[in-house]
Every structure is written in structure tokens, then in C-alpha cells.
């Protein structure tokens, strides 16, 4: 047993609650984020280290939580790739989205120099988080981030563009998925370099195809990135959001673990996948704007017979928190987490 709830949970250490942290847990609710955000942009923090490193640890020191994630997005591949990327009130948004296929693509080539900042700042939360703080690495997996490089906007949430040009240039596609594979498995493999104590694999958008093709035309990219970080013995948490029944496709050869969102209960998950894979979520993060933390509690309690039966669990939420998320209440959580009792055997 270690200092960390969190690495033992992942190394199938019985522990005697789940470890508690939230998807987007630093840039939406925290008011100690948004008074720093009144004085710089979101990039400036994401891209300045020192910043990006107080920023990720924010949520440590006012939640409690027990991981702590890089600040950063996962546009930043695209950005690296040469497309031009800003962040607007309406979301990010590329100058240039890859609908005039052709020529586009082939002026995607890779600078890995406008990752550095990054593993800067890998390498101060290193030095200063807490000893018994893990830390989250990430990027987007390779569907959700072609989608956004084709749509250039996350205006039209169907992304229509982008699953157009999936059917209709399938050539075209694969390319640009190889490019985004490949300079995400060099990003993914230097942030373990720099201390990363587990890595998660964001697939926002996985519901927005079937299944079928998922499987056959998305996973395998899926499965490169996760292996190539596996075999730097960092363990993978896989999110692929939307999925559905095709979770039973998201196998222990694929991650570690795979994030579930808050469309099936966890009871019903854990009959539908491989057993070998641990789970994390997937409490409904829209709860978490409610005034009434006597109902909060209610839907928290919902866990409990999981969470003292199934010992290979993370307590997430099924997607990021949002704005309109009360601070008090995701505190609330964090605490109820810690406080409750497990019964676990
Ligand atoms: O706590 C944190 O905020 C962690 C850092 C983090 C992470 C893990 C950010 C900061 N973004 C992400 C991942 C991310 N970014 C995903 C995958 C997870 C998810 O589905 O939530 C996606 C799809 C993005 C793309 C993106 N970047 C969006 C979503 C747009 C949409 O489709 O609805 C947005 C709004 C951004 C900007 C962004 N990224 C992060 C922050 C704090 C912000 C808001 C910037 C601001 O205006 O303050």
C-alpha cells in the first residue's frame, strides 16, 4: 500500500473507498480559477508553465481531490499539426477546418516544439503537488480531435462535416487520423517521461458514429496510442463518451480502465464489459447545479452498494463539470466521497 488512493486503486490495491477526482475539475467552477482568468486567457494559462502548474493544482488545495489533471486542452495537437486555433466565447474555433480536403491535408506536418510548455509544466505540478497527489496526463483520442479539425468548431454539436468526409473520403480520413495518431503517441510517451502516474484518453465523441464503425475504422488508432503508453507501464483510463452497448467492445487489451458516462448504471456496465478493466464515473454532473444537498446526497447513496462491491472503481462524474455547478456542492461530493461507508471486506 502506497500514500496514494488513487495509484493503488490502479494497481489493484484494495483500498477502503474509491478515489475522487472530476473531469474538467480545475477551468469551470473553481472561483480561485476564474479570478486568474480574469487577469490572463485560457491560453495564456494553458501555455505560460508556471501558470498551467497552478492551474492544475487549484483543485487539489480547494476540493481535495485525490488526482490532480494537466491543464491543458486537447486541441493542442491539431495546433500542432499547424492549424491555426483560438478560443472563443462561443468555444474553440480553427481558422482553417480541413473541409477543402485536398491541399489541407497534406500541409498538416508536425512541430512537436509547440508541445514543450507542456512537459514544463509536467515538471513543476511534479515538484510541487502533494506526495499522495497522482497526476492525470491526457489528449483527445483520435476521432474527437478529426472532428474538430474538420468541423472547426464545436458550434454544430452533430459535427456533421466531420462524419461526412469519414464516409465520403475514407482515404482522406485515414490520413488525417495517422497524422493525429502519431504525434499523439510522441506527446503521450514524453509527458510519461516527465512524470505522468496515469494517462486518460479522451473520446468526447464516440457516440457519434455506430458502433460497427467504430470498432473497425476508430479503434485501432485508439489501441496504438494506449499501447505505446502501456508499455511505459503508465496505466490508461480510455473515455470513450457515448459509446453505449459498444462498451463491451472496450477490453482490458485495450486500457486499464475505461471512463463511463451517466448513461448506464455501473452495475449493468460491469455485466456488459471485461472484468479484468476497472471503471471510473459516472455520477450525472448536471446534479451538481441543484440547491438541495439532501437530494445530492440521495443520488450519491446510489453508489454505495457498487462501490463497496467493486473495488476497481474511480468516483468520477460521466462527463466535465460545467459552469453552472455549484462549487459547495462538487466540495460536497468530494467529502461525502471520503466520509462515507464503504463496507468494503
Ligand atoms: O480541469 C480542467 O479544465 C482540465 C483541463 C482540460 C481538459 C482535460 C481542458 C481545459 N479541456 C480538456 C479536455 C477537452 N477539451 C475535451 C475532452 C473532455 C470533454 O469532453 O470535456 C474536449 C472535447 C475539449 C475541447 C474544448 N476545449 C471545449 C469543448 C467544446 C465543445 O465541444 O463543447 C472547450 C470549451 C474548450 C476550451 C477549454 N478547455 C479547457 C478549459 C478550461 C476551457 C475553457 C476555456 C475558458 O474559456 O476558460
Redesign the pocket.
Known sequence: MSNSIFIDTLQGIKRERPPVW???????VLPS?LKL?EKHS?KE??ETPELAAE??LL?VHDLGVDAA???????IIPEALGMNLK?TEK??IFDNPLREIKNQVSSLVADSSKLEHVYKALDIIKRDKPAETALIG?C?APF?TFC?MVEGN?VN?SFSNAIKLLYNHPKVATEILEKITELSIEYATTQTKHGIDVF?L?E??AGLIPTEVYVERILPYVKRITAAVRKTNTPVIF?P?GIGAGISYINHEIADYAGIDWQYSLTDVRTMCDPKMGLQGNFDPRILAIDDQEILEKELEKFLDFGSKNHNWIFNTG???SPDNSVENVKFVVDWVKNAEWRRS
Do not use: N
Request: proline letters at 5%; glycine letters at 10%; a positive charge.
Open positions: 472530476f473531469m474538467r475539475q480545475a477551468g469551470r480559477y482568468r485560457f494559462l494553458m492551474v492544475t483543485p489533471i494537466l491543464f491543458s486542452d486537447i486541441l478560443f468555444g474553440p491526457f483527445g474527437t474538430y464545436s454539436h486518460q479522451f468526447s465523441h473515455f463518451k462527463h466535465g463539470l
